[in-house]
Every structure is written in C-alpha cells, then in structure tokens.
C-alpha cells in the first residue's frame, strides 16, 4: 500500500476519492504539521511507499509550468550558530529523495515577495514550498521510499497567493494527470 499525501484537500480534488493500493492523507500546511501528520501515519501503518503531490512557487524562471519531481530539499528560514542561512543546528542542511529532481525550498510562510525568492535562486533551488522538507526527512526517519511531485502554481514573488488560490484546482489536474501516468491508475 502506499500513501498519498498533500498539505491541503484542494491540491487533492481532481483526485478520486478512492485511489486503489493508495491511502490518502492531508497533513495541513507548514513544517511542523506536515512533520506531525506524517509521523503518525507512519506509526500506525506500513507503507511501500510515499507519494506527496502539491504545488509550489517557480524560483527558476526557467523552469516553465506543470509538475516537477522532487529530488532534494533544505530549509530556507533557518540558520545555524553562525548564522549560515538554510543550515539547521541539529537538522541536515539537505534532504533527498533519492530520484532525480529539481531543489526545492521549504519553509514555513508562503513566498510572495521578489526579495525572499531574490535570496533564495542563489542556492540552486527551482521550488519553494512549506512542507517537503518535513515529509522528505520524515519518510527518512521511518526508512520509507518517498517521491514527491510539484505543481507549479504561482511566481513566489508579487501576486503569488492571488495566482495560487486561481491556479490550485488546476495543478490539482496536472498532479492527478502524472500520478495516473507514472503509477497507472
């Protein structure tokens, strides 16, 4: 069995509600909730896999729209005692599936502002999100196979939330579109 994970039900609509060999989970938004959902499901159950899918805001203005695997994550709203920014004091400064993908930036606010994404594109990272960093080193803890898909919704600079809340239910779509695709359901 594996486990379909999101932050939030509306990343989840263009989904049907019952997706055979998959159980479903919405963790809530944030670090910190995705960490604690995570963790108790993985508690209560033994899972083949973990397949997070959500979106997240384009850092690269390369990168283009539509879906985009995850291969790695750091925090960056975090820095450590010497104050390096995207390093944790007792965290890894990087997280990885273990598939190839694009870097993508967790942290606990939504970016919709030129001068964080302007911070944030010097460290290679192409997404910024609020949670793959927490169920990335979650799946690690529990030695759980994880992928996560990304849907790309909004700019993360100016006018970010307005795109987003417009573009969820389609990313939804793209999401559930590569979901079927890559697991053939």
Request: hydrophobic share 45%; with cysteine; glycine share 10%.
């Amino acid at each position: 069995m594996k486990l379909l994970v999101a932050a939030l039900a509306s990343e989840l609509s263009a989904f049907p509600d019952a997706l055979p060999g998959f159980d479903h989970l919405v963790t809530g938004p944030g670090k910190l909730q995705a960490t604690y959902a995570l963790t108790r499901a993985l508690d209560a159950n033994d899972y083949d896999e973990i397949v997070v899918v959500g979106t997240a805001g384009a850092i690269d203005p390369a990168l283009g729209d539509g879906v985009h695997e995850v291969g790695s994550a750091y925090q960056h709203d975090v820095t450590d005692l010497d104050g390096v920014a995207g390093q944790h004091v007792s965290l890894p400064p990087t997280v990885a599936t273990g598939r190839e993908g694009v870097l993508i930036a967790t942290g606990d606010h939504f970016v919709d502002d030129g001068e964080v994404t302007a911070k944030i594109r010097p460290t290679g990272a192409a997404l910024v999100d609020m949670e793959t960093y927490a169920y990335i080193w979650v799946a690690g803890q529990f030695g759980v196979p994880i992928r996560v898909f990304r849907a790309v919704s909004d700019s993360a600079e100016d006018g970010a939330l307005t795109d987003w809340r417009d573009a969820v239910a389609r990313c939804s779509a793209q999401l559930w579109e590569s979901v079927a695709d890559v697991y053939g359901v």
